[in-house]
Each structure stands twice: as C-alpha cells, then as structure tokens.
C-alpha cells in the first residue's frame, strides 16, 4: 500500500482519535456551567420566577452580539426553571421558538402552526385560514391553563418577516382568561426594537437584558471548560489561546471561538496528528474566513456584486475610490444597469470594509488633497470561487 494511504487509514484503524465527546463542540450542546453569565443568568431567574408562583413575569428583550450567550442562557435558564415547575407540579411551560429558522416564523401562519404543534396539536404548512389557525392556538393555551414562557429567539426575523405576528403576541393575554404569555424576546440586532411601533415596543422590553461580548481572557476560559471533548493531551495552552485571541478580535464571539477549535482539530486528525497545533488553527482561521466572504458574495444584490468586480478588475493591491467608481459605472453599463451615484458606491465599499471584504484607509496626495484608497483583503485561495460567483448578473 502507498505509505501515505497506510499513515492515514493506519490512523483510524487503530482507533486513535482526537475527540472524545465531539457534541460537547456541537452548539447546540447546553453546558452545564456558564462562566461569566453567572449575573445575567440569575437576572432572567428572578425576571422569570414568579411564574412559579402563577404571576405573569414581565416581558423581557435580550440583546448582544453574536455568540455572546443569549441563547445559551435562555435555554439554560428556562429548563431549569421548566424542571422546578414540573418537580412541583406548577402549571409553568417554556416553549423556545427559533425564528431564524427556515419554515418556522417567515410568515405569520408559520409562527402559529409552529406553536401549535409545539402545544402537541398538528397543523398543516398550509390550507387554513391565519386567523383559525390562531383561534386554535388561543384555544390550546385556554385549555391547558398555565404561564407560558414564551422565548422568541432571533426575533429580528419575526421583526422583517412578520411584524403582525409580534404585534399580535405582545397583545395575546387580552385574550386569553385562564393562561397568561410572557414573551423572552433575543436578538443581536440592536436597531430592531426602534423599528416596532410605540406600544410593542414598551410592551416587549418591560425588562432589557444586555450581553456584552466577551474578551480574550474569558473566551479561553470558555474553552477550556469544553476540553473534555478531546482526549488528554491533543489540546496546547497556546492553541486555546490563539483560538480564544481571534475570536476575541471578531467581537467577541464564543461561538466562533468553539468553531475555530472544532476545525482546527479536525484539521490535525485529517493530518493524522494527535495534537493540534498552531498551524492547524491558523488554516482554520482561513478556512472560517473563506467561507464568510463565499456566503458574503453569494447573497450580495446585483451593484454590490458590479462593485467587487470593479476592485477584481483593476487587479492592484491599493485602488483609489476614483478608479473603482470608473470601472463599475464601465461595468454597470455593459451590464444594462443603470449606475449608481458615487455616494452610494461610497456606502458600499464602507458595507464591504465591515464584513472583512476590503480595508479603506485615507492618503494625502500632496497638493491633491486627500483620497481615500481600498485593499482587497487576501482571498488568493477563493479568488476564482469569488469571480465565478461575480459573473453571475
Ligand atoms: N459563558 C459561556 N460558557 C460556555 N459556553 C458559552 C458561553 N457563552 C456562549 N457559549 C457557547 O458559545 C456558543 C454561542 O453562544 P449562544 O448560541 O448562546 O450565542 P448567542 O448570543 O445566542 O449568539 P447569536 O446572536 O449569534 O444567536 C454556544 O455554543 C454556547 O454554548
Ligand atoms: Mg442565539
């Protein structure tokens, strides 16, 4: 046999591996301890106790960036709480509802069926009336008398998608005699709340609970509570370290910093090596950021596309606004499109530098003023994925 074929299948073979509990990286996976959280946690505990005591808890908005805990902490805290409730036969329910999900609140019919099934009563995706299937849904709750604990999770989707189902809800208990809803409302978009009308507004956010992102120091700590999913020794200090520094640079997200670990370790085991090094989580860093800037340009609208494939077309490693803008109205045209004006294309490159596209930075051109110039940033591995995607309008 080929002694690279032998190494690799030699490895599997003999059963090594570098995981133990892989699932305890999956994020799905709730972990019992929430280093950090420990105030935020007891916060939603006391904003949601009453329930225990059949008062209806007060509406709260969750907010923070992503991977900063919400859901971790939602979760947590609501099965706790769903666990009492059931010890001590109290009439509690936490029902945890992810909106970002396909097919589960993009319409307003989806969300109700959605938690009609969820109360254990099946609707079809389609064929009743909205307003029936929230009769039903109105029908479930009076027929089980209970507080509902009701955690909306990315509601910014329910926000864009299907305002009246939130206007509806945070007015459902003016219809209901025998339960009562509290609404848990996450997000990690900040502007989303200003965007309800008045009374939703004050209605939903009686209660705000704000996660702050989390620094280098805290996110290694994170990660080392998640060591148990390696076998002993695969895990350097300074490969946690360097995980938890870049994921702290990315504001701070946990969830970025347990993915970064999970590649990169798996990185090491297609390697057949039983430790993971730093060079396994630098690839891993540029694999993350690959991926982030492929799905970045695939769902970029048709002129954003035009615009990136100006800044590919001059080919240089600095451009200047000007030149940009000339070849994308030179673009624009060929392509039937009517240009946009200089100001806008300003306000692109200004999107593209926020999700880690390109970096500006202005230069003085002596007696020309100041100008402000644009670099692609190093996508040398993905640059044909990316111009394949660009010839798409
Ligand atoms: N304090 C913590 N201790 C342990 N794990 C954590 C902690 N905070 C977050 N995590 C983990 O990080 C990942 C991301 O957290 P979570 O899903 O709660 O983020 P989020 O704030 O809901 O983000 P998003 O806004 O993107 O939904 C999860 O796998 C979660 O288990
Ligand atoms: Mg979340």
Sequence with gaps: MNGELEKIFGF?????????????????????????????????AQILAPSLRLEKPSNVFVYGKPGTGKTAVTLFVGSQLQKMAKDKN????????????????????????????MLGEFIPDTGIPTHTVFEKLIHLLESNPSIYLMALDEIDVLVNKSPEALYTLSRINSELKNSKVS???????????????????????????????????????????????????????????????????????????LE???????????????????????????????????????????HQKLVLQAIFDLDK??????????????????SGLKELTMRRVLDILGEFESSGVVRTSVI??????????????????IKEQIEKLLVTI
């Design 90 to 117: 109290i009439p509690v329910r936490f029902i945890y509802v992810n909106a970002g999900l396909k097919k589960v609140a993009d319409t307003e019919y989806r969300l109700y069926a959605h938690l009609c099934r």
């Design 364 to 381: 003085s051109r002596g007696r020309y003023g100041r100008t402000k110039i644009v670099e692609l940033i190093t996508v040398d591995n």
């Design 183 to 257: 609404i848990i409302g996450i997000t990690n978009d900040f502007n989303i709340i200003n965007t309800l009308d008045a009374r939703t507004k004050s209605s939903l956010s009686e209660e705000e609970l704000i996660f702050s992102p989390y620094d280098a120091d805290q996110i290694y700590e994170i990660l080392k509570e998640r060591d148990s999913a390696f076998t002993p020794g695969v895990l350097g200090d300074s490969v946690i370290m360097l995980c938890a520094a870049s994921a702290a640079k990315e504001h701070g997200d946990a969830r970025r910093a």
């Design 12 to 44: 599997y073979a003999s059963g090594s591996s570098i995981f133990v509990r892989k699932d305890f990286l999956q994020s799905s996976y709730v972990p019992k301890e929430l280093p950090y959280r420990d105030d935020l946690v007891k916060q939603l």
């Design 317 to 334: 490693p600095l451009s200047y606004t000007r030149d940009i803008y000339e070849k994308y109205v030179e673009l624009s045209v060929k």
């Design 260 to 302: 970064l670990l999970r590649i990169s370790a798996e990185l090491a085991e297609r390697e057949t090596s039983m430790k993971v090094l730093k060079k396994h989580v630098q690839k891993a860093i540029g694999k993350l950021y690959s991926d982030k800037i492929i799905s970045f340009v695939t769902t970029l609208p048709d």
